[in-house]
């Protein structure tokens, strides 16, 4: 059974600090990796994927990726209050399956004004 | 990205009837997905949906439940029947998007309550 973990939260920081969220995933062939914005009554809304090893960096979100510890991690700075949301981690089955998502359950942000 | 319009947005229903879901793209796509997000759960793939071929449904769902159609590259309906309260959840449909291939965009979603 591929698994995506994700710490449920909520996850609670002040405006302009730097939140850090994190996702485990057990299918080691795995190939790309995503980071979804859920707001409170809305569908998912991509922002930011990650393919290889390192960290990718868009804006105020960094993506960063490490296959050897099957692990993904989405940092973002400078917070904001419009940044409240759930954040769905999102892995790839990987294998004939490769078109396939499979999701983690989510974490729950928080930024206080 | 693509554009999709789902529709219902949301809906009450009685058990023992069925909804049909249906979900419109703005350019053709090979594959349409249909997922559903009960409360306070991530979202599960119910199904994949390709033009011209039945769909492959994940375990745990079947075609009886949950009959989709694919009449052309732009257009997928799910329907759920025989509804119960089970069955109240959002229904989501997507597509790949532009994040490379497996970057899917998400239609509004369909809030189905069951009563």
């Known amino acids: 059974q591929k698994e995506v973990e994700q710490n449920s939260g909520p996850l609670s920081v002040p405006e302009g600090a730097i939140a850090s969220l994190n996702c485990t995933y057990s299918?080691?062939?795995?190939?790309?990796f995503f980071w979804y914005r859920q707001y409170s009554g809305k569908s998912p809304e991509l922002i930011m994927f990650?393919?290889?090893?390192g960290d990718k960096e868009d804006g105020r979100f960094t993506a960063q990726l490490n296959k050897a510890s099957q692990y993904v991690s989405l940092l973002i700075r400078d917070s904001q209050p419009s940044d409240s949301a759930t954040y769905l981690c999102?892995?790839?089955?990987?294998?004939?399956?490769?078109?396939?998502?499979?999701f983690g359950k989510g974490t729950l942000l928080t930024v206080n004004p | 990205s693509a554009v999709i319009s789902q529709k219902p947005s949301r809906d009450i229903c009685q058990r023992g009837t069925s909804l049909t879901i249906q979900c419109q793209v703005d350019?053709?796509?090979?594959?349409m997905f249909w997922y559903r997000q009960q409360p306070g759960q991530s979202l599960t793939l119910i199904a994949t949906?390709?033009?011209?071929?039945?769909?492959?449904?994940e375990s745990g769902f079947v075609i009886d439940k949950f009959p989709i159609s694919r009449p052309n590259l732009t257009f997928s309906t799910l329907t759920v029947s025989n509804m119960s309260p089970e069955d109240s959840s959002i229904y989501l449909c997507?597509?790949?998007?532009?994040?490379?291939?497996?970057?899917?965009?998400f239609g509004s979603g369909t809030r189905l309550t069951v009563v």
């Open positions: 949906a390709n033009q011209g071929s039945e769909a492959t449904y």
């Open positions: 299918d080691r062939g795995s190939q790309s």
């Open positions: 997507s597509v790949q998007g532009e994040a490379g291939l497996y970057g899917y965009t």
């Open positions: 999102a892995v790839n089955a990987g294998g004939g399956s490769n078109y396939k998502l499979t």
């Open positions: 350019s053709q796509v090979t594959m």
């Open positions: 990650i393919y290889s090893n």
